[in-house]
């Protein structure tokens, strides 16, 4: 079978990449406080010299309170966090690869390893982790409605840093992904459809 394929271009819209490799987004934890450091700019120009042609970053989180469940996880706002995803797109530019930050939030999913919790509950749809456990509070309107804004907002900084695409975390029981089951999702019963 030939792989030629693999290495031929690919567009779309302002999207251009050298190849079609792509690093799926994964998890690091190595952004303490939620600032990517040197370290985590180092990470990703080392796989854009190594030819990929488009990286995904690791899950990194909106401007919710309660958005994360782990403290060395990276933040998408705030002007440090900022500054160190500014330093890292730069320095996977100057690597000669592309990248888009995957843009994420948790919902009520906790953190089974570290037990940390942000200073406010946990929120999702229902405030459901499954359908026998409460992990946080249910959100009102005015909160997905700033959560929608929260998304948008940190997509229009992937844009002004010079981010090459933007990647919404929708799945994994995360918090859209709350939205689309049942068992995460009872808002119906309690308006009595
Ligand atoms: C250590 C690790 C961390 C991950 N973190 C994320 C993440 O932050 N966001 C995400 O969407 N997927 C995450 N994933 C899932 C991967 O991006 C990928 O979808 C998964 O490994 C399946 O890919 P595969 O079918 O090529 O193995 C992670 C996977 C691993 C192994």
């Known amino acids: 079978m030939s792989t030629d394929s693999l290495f031929r271009p690919f567009s779309l819209k302002s999207l251009n990449i050298k190849n079609r490799i792509v690093m799926a987004p994964m998890t690091r934890s190595f952004s303490p406080d939620g600032v990517p450091g040197e370290n985590v700019a180092a990470y990703y120009r080392k796989r854009a010299e190594g030819e990929v042609g488009l990286i995904l970053s690791e899950g990194t989180v909106i401007d919710r ?65 499954n359908p026998d456990l409460k992990n946080g509070v249910a959100m009102t309107e005015k909160d997905i409605e700033d959560t929608i804004i929260a998304y948008g907002k940190a997509a229009a900084d992937a844009k002004r840093l010079g981010f090459d695409t933007v990647e919404i975390h929708g799945a994994h029981g995360y918090l859209i992904d709350q939205f689309f089951w049942e068992g995460t999702n009872q808002t119906h019963r309690w308006l009595g459809w």
């Not at 797109?89 to 690597?95: D, F, K, S, W």
């Not at 390893?113 to 405030?127: I, L, N, T, Y």
């Open 65 to 129: 309170v309660s958005s994360s469940n782990d403290a060395n996880i990276p933040h998408f706002y705030g002007a440090e966090s900022l500054a160190g995803w500014q330093n890292v797109i730069n320095e996977v530019h100057a690597g000669g690869g592309k990248m888009g930050p995957q843009i994420w939030h948790m919902g009520v999913m906790n953190n089974h390893h570290s037990g940390w919790v942000p200073s406010q509950p946990f929120e999702g749809p229902s405030g459901l982790n």
